[in-house]
């Protein structure tokens, strides 16, 4: 049985274009559809962050790309100048690979979001300049508020929901909490 491995994928879905980043460092790594993903690094905390999110337990994924090339991290910040990014889709998608590292089959989507905020930092070290991108990605675990901090009702969290994640199952958060405060807690009688 040959050994395989695993590629993470991530998609930002912008209005002009689509930015396809791969975690690792090496060459521009084509999928099974011909897309070329640059690659980056993800810090250690993002990976944890991912993970947390593909398990459902996190409502806002922080990202942060590292070891981006100067050109691409100005070439990002340039558009966000122009354009804002927020409200772009986000998707995170497990590739895996082959023993001779090539795609088999199709990706997983394992996170699917919206960019909440962009930032670039660039950090020098005297002879050079290392530039990071730190992206925020809510999804529909976000905490129920907009941006006005006003509470979404259990229509307006279903309908925001269904657009986040349109392949998730109906978000019925509000209507089991209230079924909650109605619940006894029984406790074993040893």
């Known amino acids: ?38 690659p980056a690094q993800f810090t250690e905390d993002a990976l944890q962050s991912i993970e947390a999110a593909i398990n459902g337990e996190a409502f806002t994924l922080s990202l942060s790309l590292i070891s981006v090339s100067q050109s691409a991290a100005d070439d990002i910040w340039d558009y966000d100048e122009t354009a804002s990014v927020q409200g772009s889709p986000f998707i995170v998608k497990l590739q895996i690979l082959d023993e001779d590292e090539q795609p088999d089959g199709e990706p997983i989507v394992v996170f699917t979001g919206e960019i909440d905020n962009l930032d670039v930092v660039d950090e020098s070290d005297g002879r050079n300049i290392n530039s990071m991108v730190n992206i925020e990605v809510t999804n529909r675990f976000t905490l129920r508020t907009v ?44």
């Open 1 to 38: 049985m040959a050994i395989k491995s695993l590629r993470i994928l991530c998609d930002v879905v912008l209005p002009e274009e689509t930015i396809r980043v791969w975690d690792g460092s090496g060459g521009t790594f084509v999928d099974g559809d011909g897309n070329f993903y640059r």
């Open 147 to 190: 941006t006005n901090g006003s509470v979404l009702s259990d229509v307006d969290q279903r309908a925001r929901a269904q657009i986040l994640n349109p392949s998730a199952p109906d978000d019925e958060f509000c209507k089991r909490v209230p079924l909650m405060r109605d619940q006894t807690i029984k406790w074993p009688n040893w």
